[in-house]
């Protein structure tokens, strides 16, 4: 079973640009999240949907970053325009289900803003 | 609120110590706990959990005990192996909106040594 799929791997841009991020979740998952690791720090969640409808996007800086999942299955988070602490690490994680289930990690988006 | 607390790392030690690391949480309800790794270059990977108040996890040769009483769920391990260098992140899962969330641990990295 093939599992989280995330690119590009890395990514360097400057201050006020914009970049986007691309998750596909393991077949079947209905549930897909992202996160944001800041380095020392564990991963804190941005956004979690549930298909193609928004579940939970409280602490999702509204300002900047924006994220769809219009299908229902793969993924895009944006960030526009970029400010030197959006640098992390952006993981996509995703589950077969809401409640009671495992969640699984794609390998990440490093970002950096200089 | 919701969090967990984590000893601080890094830690380093030779290959067959015994591994501690320690993690207290603090929640409201009955969250589920979970340790989950990662080692380099590779996204999180759930290692153990436990659902309730007593439960023992364990996974390769790691475990964790749910205590209620001390609300910990420290990680051990009798005998480490090189490949057993990661960081390692204790999490819990809260209910909240219909919804299952983790919250993270800042996470220990474990160096072990031939």
């Known amino acids: 079973e093939a599992g989280v799929a995330q690119s590009p791997r890395y990514k360097i841009i400057e201050k006020r640009q914009s970049v986007a991020f691309w998750c596909n979740p393991i077949?079947?998952?209905?549930?897909l999240y992202w996160y944001q690791q800041i380095l020392g720090q564990g991963p804190k969640l941005l956004i979690q949907?549930?298909?193609?409808?928004?579940?939970?996007d409280s602490q999702l800086p509204k300002d900047r970053f924006s994220a769809e999942r219009l299908k229902g299955v793969d993924s895009t988070l944006k960030i526009q325009p970029a400010k030197l602490e959006d640098s992390a690490v952006y993981l996509c994680?995703?589950?077969?289900?809401?409640?009671?289930?495992?969640?699984?990690f794609g390998p990440g988006t490093r970002l950096t803003v200089t | 609120g919701n969090s967990v607390t984590q000893m601080e790392g890094p830690v380093t030690l030779s290959e067959e110590a015994f591994l501690t690391i320690n993690c207290t949480y603090t929640?409201?309800?009955?969250?589920?706990l979970f340790w989950y790794v990662q080692y380099p270059g590779e996204g999180l990977q759930l290692l153990l959990k436990a659902t309730k108040a007593d439960d023992k996890g364990s996974n390769k040769g790691f475990e964790a005990t749910y205590r209620k009483e001390t609300t910990s769920f420290h990680l051990e391990k009798g005998s480490v192996q090189v490949s057993d260098s990661a960081v390692y992140f204790c999490a819990l899962s809260v209910t909240q909106g219909g919804s299952e969330k983790l919250v993270f641990g800042k996470g220990t990295k474990l160096t072990v040594n031939p």
């Open positions: 077949s079947g998952h209905a549930t």
């Open positions: 994680a995703s589950s077969p289900r809401l409640m009671f289930a495992v969640q699984y």
């Open positions: 929640a409201t309800g009955y969250p589920s």
């Open positions: 949907f549930q298909n193609n409808g928004v579940v939970d």
